[in-house]
């Protein structure tokens, strides 16, 4: 009788590798083949686990190109396991493309529960929980200006992700459009040696991080429109 294939997404650590689930760990030792966004990255996260697979590089730039061979493998029969750098895959990470091919072609696609920026960040906010909206990234040229201002008028509690090489400038446009004591809180490095989070008014965090320019993963979590 022949197996029967599936895709597995595998959430990985976003910062402390003991992080990682038993559950994740078991998949990540059994899989056929690992899927990573980069491949240097998660070697070292397999070293650390003493998991010897074969990798094969599934990321934003040949995502197009790899998911007709991906899918051609799980319908061998092959249990595929997918992983990001950090974080739960297609989460503002490649994977969406791969899940709707292998859901069009009614391939089993499973995703473990683990580790996550916006959840985190989301409960040490401060900010209304019951209902949120995730934004990931802003657009950073063409239709920023268009979704800022659609964003005026969001009541729910927005998450982004940012880089911190534009962090003062988004908190800066979230004062012009927004209001400048729209609430906010900043999570840095979370779960990492030197998470920070810091909470204010939008116009505060930008003041304090162009005195203190930040590095590392950031998540902003902003309050909604009263």
Known sequence: MSKTGKLILVPTP????????????????????????DT????????????????????????HKTVPYIVSQIEMGNTIALISDAGTPAIS????????ACVEKEIEVECLPGPTALVPALAVSGL???RFVFEGFL????????????????ARTMVFYESPFRLVKTLGQFAEYLGDERKACVCRELSKMFEEVKR?????????????PPKGEIVIVLEGKS
């Open 14 to 37: 976003i910062g402390n590798l003991q992080d990682i689930t038993l559950r994740a760990i078991t998949v990540l030792k059994e899989a056929d083949l690992i899927l990573a966004e």
């Open 40 to 63: 240097r990255v998660s070697v070292k996260l397999l070293k650390h686990l003493e998991i010897e697979k074969h990798m094969i590089s599934h990321h934003k730039f040949n995502e």
């Open 93 to 100: 990470d490649p994977g969406f493309l791969l899940v709707r």
């Open 128 to 130: 209304p929980t019951e």
């Open 139 to 154: 657009p950073q040229k063409k239709g920023r200006q268009t979704r800022l201002k659609a964003l005026a008028e969001e």
């Open 200 to 212: 204010g008014s939008v116009t505060e965090l930008a003041e304090y991080y162009t005195d203190h």
